[in-house]
């Protein structure tokens, strides 16, 4: 689906509790940059996945927070894209360093909004499942009309 800048070896790890989170994070190599505030985000329920050192991790029970409701569908729609979101991060850390904020805030609101590398990876990730669209619905048995308008997946 995705362009050979993006097709080089990602470790892609699904993590579905706080614990395991507090695992991941607390590694070693983990994340250079954690902060008290980063921390709590990653705990609380605000963030879905974060991109380090060709590892992606997605937080699946921050995802089922999003919308209770949702059913097993609706989930792994979330999830793909937020692995597009995720995807194109490491694709802006490699080919686009200079436009990456060393700012970075992960504060929910303006500060994270306005951030280019999130308005990026935002759009990229809806123009992705919005292209790609038939062949999700084909992977995943999606019988149902969706469509991601920025950050909002929306069922028809």
């Given at each position: 689906m995705l362009h050979k800048d993006y097709q080089?070896?990602?470790?892609?790890?699904?993590?579905?509790?706080?614990?395991?989170i507090m695992f991941e994070l607390l590694k070693p190599n983990a994340v250079k940059h954690l902060s008290l505030s980063y921390f709590v985000n990653?705990?609380?329920y605000t963030a879905l996945g974060l991109q380090f050192?060709?590892?992606?991790?997605?937080?699946?029970?921050n995802i089922k927070k999003l919308d209770k409701q949702a059913n097993k569908e609706e989930l792994k729609l979330f999830i793909i894209k937020t692995l597009f979101h995720e995807i194109r991060h490491i694709y802006q850390q490699r080919y686009k360093p200079h436009k990456v904020d060393e700012c970075y805030t992960?504060?929910?609101?303006?500060?994270?909004?306005?951030?280019?590398?999130e308005r990026d990876a935002n759009k990229f990730s809806m123009r992705m499942m919005n292209k790609h669209k038939?062949?999700?619905?084909?992977?995943?048995?999606?019988?149902?009309?969706?469509?991601?308008?920025?950050?909002?997946?929306?069922?028809?």
């Open positions: 080089e070896d990602i470790k892609i790890k699904l993590i579905n509790s706080d614990l395991r990653y705990i609380k050192d060709n590892t992606i991790i997605i937080y699946l029970h992960t504060d929910v609101g303006n500060g994270y909004e306005s951030q280019w590398e038939k062949d999700i619905n084909d992977l995943f048995n999606i019988d149902f009309d969706w469509e991601v308008i920025w950050q909002t997946l929306y069922i028809k």
